[in-house]
């Protein structure tokens, strides 16, 4: 099959684990007897460098005209502590997602059992944590209309949602609930005991839900869903969520597995899907090749789910898992024993070409540790 990517690597780590993802998309094409094609485009802090615009109108036409766009990361501290900057890097992606109407971000969280101990939790709580988040992408208060008065000391950020957008991405969860893969639950987190626009939310899931009779859906407001995914995560199966509460609970949800740096995420909408790493810039570890890579590599693997190539990505998803329970892991994992962000990416590939043996061989393997003690 023939795919075009459009790739942008964006700003801080960005480059280096989109660069792994590259390498192991080669393999499952050299595997499968694919074509892929990359075609680079700027974003965020980079392309402000380079052209003033956080989103340079070539980057929307590029991803536009592709099957699909991998993304890196967006963000540099000197934008961080200005709230005078008028460009800034976010805006960026924030509007490629507009462009793009990806009005469904999903971010599954799944546990491996050879990152437990870096769990906050303990290991008995992360037995059978399995779900996926639903987070709205294209409204709410993100893109809502924002004043700022005169003197500058009063401001507003105004939170809309219409029916349209929430039944859209509602449909996308439900279906997802259905999946043979899934349990079936479909869980809507709110604030309905506040907000206008959550008892919308609620209205419109529960005059779905009977098209989705095997579905089983419960309500929770986002401050017990905050608490309920330390206490007891493996109860949630899919969550559905606004703009806000998404960005922030997917956060919190991705701690659970070990490491922020493992979680990968697909935006899906109207035109090309796009998948990024959970992960932000992390500009300390830039050009260190230290970051993980597996969040941006299992990203890739949810852009093969998403071209339908199931077998290449469980291969790829094999090829992780392989690598974690042999203790191939970056510094945010393993901070002695450590392997960098590009022996990583060699070794997800070699799995995918199979060349890695049964019997690994670890004197080789050795040869490219770090020696950073
Ligand atoms: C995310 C990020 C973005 C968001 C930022 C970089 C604008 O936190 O993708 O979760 O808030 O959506
Ligand atoms: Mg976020």
């Known amino acids: 099959m023939n795919k075009s990517i459009t790739v942008i690597y964006g700003d801080g780590i960005g480059p280096e684990v989109t660069q792994q993802s590259i390498k192991v998309l080669d393999a499952v094409a050299q595997k499968f007897d694919h074509h892929f094609t990359y075609d680079r485009a700027l974003l965020g802090g980079e392309a402000i460098d380079e052209t003033g615009m956080a989103l340079p109108p070539e980057t929307v036409e590029k991803a536009l005209a592709s099957d699909a766009v991998l993304f890196g990361a967006v963000g540099h501290p000197k934008y961080d502590n200005d709230p005078h900057a008028k460009v800034r890097p976010e805006q960026g992606i924030l509007g490629i997602r507009k462009a793009l109407q990806l009005f469904a971000n999903i971010r599954p969280i799944a546990t491996y059992k050879a990152l437990h101990h870096l769990s906050p939790l303990k290991a008995k709580q992360l037995e059978n944590v399995d779900f996926v988040i639903f987070r709205e992408l294209t409204g709410g208060i993100y893109f809502g209309e924002k004043t700022l008065n005169a003197e500058g000391t009063v401001a507003s950020d105004g939170c809309t949602y219409s029916q349209f957008e929430i039944e859209r991405v509602a449909h996308l969860a439900f279906q997802f609930a259905q999946k043979p893969q899934r349990r079936g639950k479909l869980t809507l987190v709110d604030k309905a005991n506040v907000l206008e626009t959550s008892r919308l939310w609620r209205k419109v899931v529960q005059q779905m839900a009977p098209q989705y009779p095997n579905v ?153 540790k770090s020696t950073i003690i």
């Open 216 to 368: 089983e859906v419960d309500y929770m407001f986002v401050d017990n869903a905050a608490m309920q995914i330390i206490l007891n995560p493996a109860q949630f199966d899919v969550i559905l969520t606004e703009n806000l509460f998404g960005d922030i609970i997917s956060d919190e949800a991705s701690v659970l597995t070990g490491s922020l740096g493992l979680a990968p995420s697909a935006s899906i909408g109207a035109a090309a899907a796009l998948f990024e790493p959970i992960h932000g810039s992390y500009p300390q570890a830039a050009g260190k090749d230290i970051a993980n890579p597996l969040g941006s590599i299992m990203s890739a693997a949810m852009m093969l789910d998403h071209f339908n190539m199931t077998a290449e990505a469980n291969l790829v998803r094999e090829a992780v898992s392989w690598t974690l329970t042999n203790g191939f892991v970056t510094k945010d994992i393993d901070p002695v024993n450590f392997y960098f962000t590009s022996t990583i990416g060699d070794l997800v590939s070699e799995y995918v070409q199979g060349k890695i043996p049964d019997a690994v061989n670890r004197e080789n393997i050795e040869l490219r």
